[in-house]
């Protein structure tokens, strides 16, 4: 059973009780994170772990929860930083019995270890589409990221003084990715004490404005043995640190929400409201000397005015290597319609060519349950990129790859929207949808709330 499923029909009856869907989310978190670390053994203050919790009948049931979230938030350690002001939602003893019984359950050990950051940006989607707000700001597609890893190799032990993270984390795909494909490509056993302090302290790092994701950034990354350096706050608005990166990924938050202002900020030379791109400058800042970065960024960074002004500057210093353009519906339903693609940048380098990978040309749109977003649209890109994470991998082009000069760059006035490829997929632009196309995906929604009935259906039978 789809457990996003699961939790999501449970949500209904809370919402008859007055509680919030994003609140319920956030309260599921706190109960997951203590049910995930009591079978992992991970240490939690005695008196406040899930067994506590789950021996109390109804009568004071509440209580001893709300008394478990406070202790939690007095610990004098990350535990406390996570479950700093805390407040349960939940005002029914029943119904939180009934979610305990839920969780309790289910072994979690048996499911992806980002099991937490799956489940939230899942219930977030159907918050979404339930309230008709986007959740874009939290969410990266998993088969995205890992492809973006995949390429990137963010090896803590590159150098001595290797540091990667991301800028604006959400709940930390990017870093617990990073994580995961080292564990998978290397024997942690086999480490000593120093080198495995440095992955767990001294690798990992990551920053975000809104506190619910962040929490559950430093929940995800402390249920894996990692030091949750995760810092609360504006990245473009506040002044640089003195902290810099060997590698950053990030997906920064789309859209012009919280930019009509331009940052003061003496390391941006391209003074914009763009949010994007005051990101990009961020990044570039925050990167040490000869570090690479990847930043999801949306089409019209590739050739707005301020964009070719900023494109221009930065080749003179930064190697923009690779731009990977993302097939339309990458993003749905988080943020539908948006078109995107993957700069690759190495600092310290300049520009000399730009090679660009179209994923988008006479490729079908991802939808939700039809053709959902998976690695496979990514493969032949990553064969493409070669081993080098810098870019420096002999390349050759094919139908999909083509290099693009400095010189060319230059001629089309530092837009990197090149196109060669005619579309004869059929897709539509966004702007040109037909009530044909609206009916298809209101069957393909109807298709998901069927699926999401047998769920209940099933849940009943039993």
């Given at each position: 059973?789809?457990?996003?499923?699961?939790?999501?029909?449970?949500?209904?009856?809370?919402r008859?009780?007055?509680?919030?869907?994003?609140?319920?989310?956030?309260?599921?978190?706190?109960?997951?994170?203590?049910k995930?670390?009591?079978?992992?053994?991970i240490?939690?203050?005695?008196?406040?772990?899930w067994?506590?919790?789950?021996?109390?009948d109804?009568?004071?049931?509440?209580?001893?929860?709300?008394?478990?979230?406070?202790?939690l938030?007095?610990?004098?350690?990350?535990?406390?930083?996570?479950?700093s002001?805390?407040?349960?939602?939940?005002r029914?003893?029943s119904?939180?019995?009934?979610?305990?019984?839920?969780i309790?359950?289910?072994?979690?050990t048996?499911f992806?270890?980002?099991?937490?950051g799956s489940?939230?940006?899942?219930?977030?989607?159907?918050a979404?589409?339930?309230?008709?707000?986007?959740?874009?700001?939290?969410?990266?597609?998993?088969?995205?990221?890992e492809?973006?890893?995949?390429?990137?190799?963010p090896?803590?032990?590159e150098?001595?003084?290797?540091?990667?993270?991301?800028?604006?984390?959400?709940?930390?795909?990017?870093?617990?990715?990073?994580?995961?494909?080292?564990?998978?490509n290397?024997?942690?056993?086999?480490?000593?004490?120093?080198?495995?302090?440095k992955?767990?302290?001294s690798?990992?790092?990551?920053?975000?404005?809104?506190v619910?994701?962040r929490?559950?950034?430093?929940?995800?990354?402390?249920?894996?043995?990692?030091?949750?350096?995760?810092k609360?706050?504006?990245?473009?608005?506040?002044?640089?640190?003195?902290?810099?990166?060997t590698?950053?990924?990030?997906?920064?938050p789309?859209?012009?929400?919280?930019?009509?202002?331009?940052?003061?900020?003496?390391?941006?030379?391209?003074?914009?409201?763009?949010?994007?791109?005051n990101?990009?400058?961020?990044?570039?800042s925050?990167?040490?000397?000869?570090?690479?970065?990847?930043?999801?960024l949306?089409?019209?960074?590739?050739?707005?005015?301020?964009?070719?002004?900023?494109?221009?500057?930065?080749?003179?210093?930064?190697?923009v290597?690779t731009?990977?353009?993302?097939?339309?519906?990458?993003?749905t339903p988080?943020a539908?319609?948006v078109?995107?693609?993957?700069?690759?940048?190495?600092?310290?380098?300049p520009?000399?060519?730009?090679w660009?990978?179209?994923a988008r040309?006479?490729?079908?749109?991802v939808?939700?349950?039809?053709?959902?977003?998976?690695?496979?649209?990514?493969?032949?890109?990553?064969?493409?990129y070669?081993?080098?994470?810098?870019g420096?991998?002999?390349?050759?082009e094919?139908?999909?790859?083509?290099?693009?000069?400095?010189?060319?760059?230059?001629?089309?006035?530092?837009?990197?929207?090149?196109?060669?490829?005619?579309?004869?997929?059929?897709?539509?632009d966004?702007?040109?949808?037909?009530?044909?196309?609206?009916?298809r995906?209101?069957?393909s929604?109807?298709n998901?709330?069927?699926?999401?009935?047998?769920d209940?259906?099933?849940?009943?039978?039993?």
């Open positions: 059973m789809d457990l996003v499923s699961k939790f999501w029909n449970f949500c209904h009856t809370l008859h009780e007055g509680v919030d869907y994003i609140d319920y989310i956030e309260e599921l978190t706190y109960l997951l994170f203590l995930i670390a009591n079978e992992r053994d240490k939690i203050p005695d008196g406040c772990n067994n506590d919790l789950i021996i109390h109804q009568e004071d049931l509440l209580k001893r929860y709300n008394q478990i979230l406070s202790e938030s007095k610990e004098k350690n990350i535990l406390g930083d996570i479950f002001q805390p407040m349960a939602k939940i029914n003893a119904s939180l019995k009934k979610l305990l019984i839920l309790d359950e289910v072994n979690w048996e992806n270890k980002d099991v937490l489940m939230f940006e899942g219930l977030l989607e159907k979404a589409n339930e309230s008709k707000k986007g959740a874009g700001q939290y969410f990266t597609p998993r088969p995205l990221i492809t973006i890893v995949s390429v990137m190799k090896n803590p032990f150098t001595s003084g290797f540091k990667i993270t991301d800028v604006a984390c959400g709940t930390a795909g990017f870093i617990i990715s990073s994580f995961e494909w080292w564990k998978n290397n024997d942690l056993n086999s480490l000593d004490s120093i080198s495995k302090n992955i767990f302290q690798t990992y790092y990551g920053q975000e404005l809104v619910r994701p929490r559950m950034a430093q929940m995800n990354l402390y249920l894996h043995g990692v030091d949750p350096n995760i609360l706050g504006d990245t473009i608005y506040e002044p640089l640190s003195d902290e810099r990166y590698c950053i990924l990030t997906n920064p789309f859209g012009s929400k919280g930019s009509n202002q331009i940052p003061d900020r003496n390391d941006f030379k391209v003074k914009t409201s763009n949010k994007q791109l990101f990009v400058q961020h990044v570039i925050a990167l040490e000397d000869k570090g690479r970065t990847a930043i999801v949306p089409d019209n960074v590739l050739f707005e005015d301020k964009a070719t002004e900023l494109w221009e500057h930065l080749m003179l210093s930064c190697n290597h731009v990977l353009r993302l097939p339309n519906g990458t993003f988080y539908q319609g078109k995107a693609n993957v700069i690759f940048i190495q600092k310290g380098i520009t000399s060519d730009i660009i990978f179209d040309s006479n490729i079908e749109a939808t939700k349950i039809d053709r959902p977003l998976t690695r496979n649209h990514f493969k032949e890109f990553e064969n493409c070669g081993e080098n994470p810098n420096l991998s002999k390349r050759e094919q139908d999909r790859f083509r290099k693009f000069t400095v010189k060319e760059i230059h001629e089309q006035n530092y837009r990197l929207d090149f196109t060669w490829l005619e579309d004869l997929s059929g897709e539509k966004y702007n040109e949808i037909t009530s044909e196309d609206l009916i995906e209101a069957i929604r109807m998901e709330m069927l699926s999401d009935l047998k209940v259906l099933t849940q009943i039978e039993k």
